[in-house]
C-alpha cells in the first residue's frame, strides 16, 4: 500500500524548516556582528555606553581620539589588563575596532542628526 503523497503538507513543513534556518542564521550573524570573541563583544559594550554618554553638540571623534577614548574607557572598566593580554593574535586592535564600531552605534543612536 503505497501513500499519496500530500503537497500542502510538505510545503508547509519545508516552510517550517525555511523559517528555522533563516532565524538560526540571523541569530548568529547579528550575534557576530559585534565581535566574535567575549573580549570584542565587550568592547563593543563599553564603547556602546561611550558613545551615548557623549555630550549633546559634540561631533564624532577622529581614529586617535577614539583610542585615547577607549584607552580611558578601559582603564575605568578595569578591563585594561585584560584586554593587554588578548588571546589571540590582533586582539587588542581587534578591540579597538569593536569598542570604535560600538561607540559609533552609541553616538548615532542619541545623537541622529549628525
Same mark, same amino acid.
Given at each position: 500500500?503505497?501513500?499519496?503523497?500530500?503537497?500542502?503538507?510538505? $510545503? /508547509?513543513?519545508?516552510?517550517?524548516?525555511? $523559517? *528555522?534556518?533563516?532565524? /538560526? @542564521? /540571523?541569530?548568529?550573524?547579528?550575534?557576530?556582528?559585534?565581535?566574535?570573541? /567575549?573580549?570584542?563583544? @565587550? @568592547?563593543? !559594550? *563599553?564603547?556602546?555606553?561611550?558613545?551615548? %554618554?557623549?555630550?549633546?553638540?559634540?561631533?564624532?571623534?577622529?581614529? @586617535?581620539?577614539?583610542?585615547?577614548?577607549?584607552?580611558?574607557? $578601559? %582603564?575605568?572598566?578595569?578591563?585594561?589588563?585584560?584586554?593587554?593580554?588578548?588571546?589571540?593574535?590582533?586582539?587588542? !586592535?581587534?578591540?579597538?575596532?569593536?569598542?570604535?564600531?560600538?561607540?559609533?552605534?552609541?553616538?548615532?543612536?542619541?545623537?541622529?542628526?549628525?
Amino acid at each position: 500500500m503505497t501513500r499519496q503523497f500530500k503537497p500542502v503538507r510538505f $510545503f /508547509v513543513l519545508m516552510g517550517v524548516a525555511a $523559517f *528555522i534556518v533563516c532565524g /538560526v @542564521a /540571523v541569530f548568529y550573524s547579528h550575534r557576530t556582528a559585534h565581535g566574535t570573541t /567575549v573580549e570584542e563583544r @565587550a @568592547a563593543y !559594550e *563599553i564603547g556602546e555606553k561611550a558613545g551615548e %554618554e557623549a555630550p549633546s553638540g559634540a561631533t564624532l571623534p577622529t581614529e @586617535a581620539e577614539l583610542n585615547m577614548t577607549a584607552q580611558k574607557c $578601559f %582603564e575605568q572598566q578595569g578591563s585594561g589588563e585584560q584586554l593587554q593580554n588578548p588571546s589571540r593574535p590582533g586582539g587588542l !586592535e581587534a578591540c579597538k575596532r569593536a569598542f570604535e564600531k560600538g561607540y559609533t552605534a552609541g553616538f548615532k543612536r542619541t545623537h541622529p542628526q549628525q
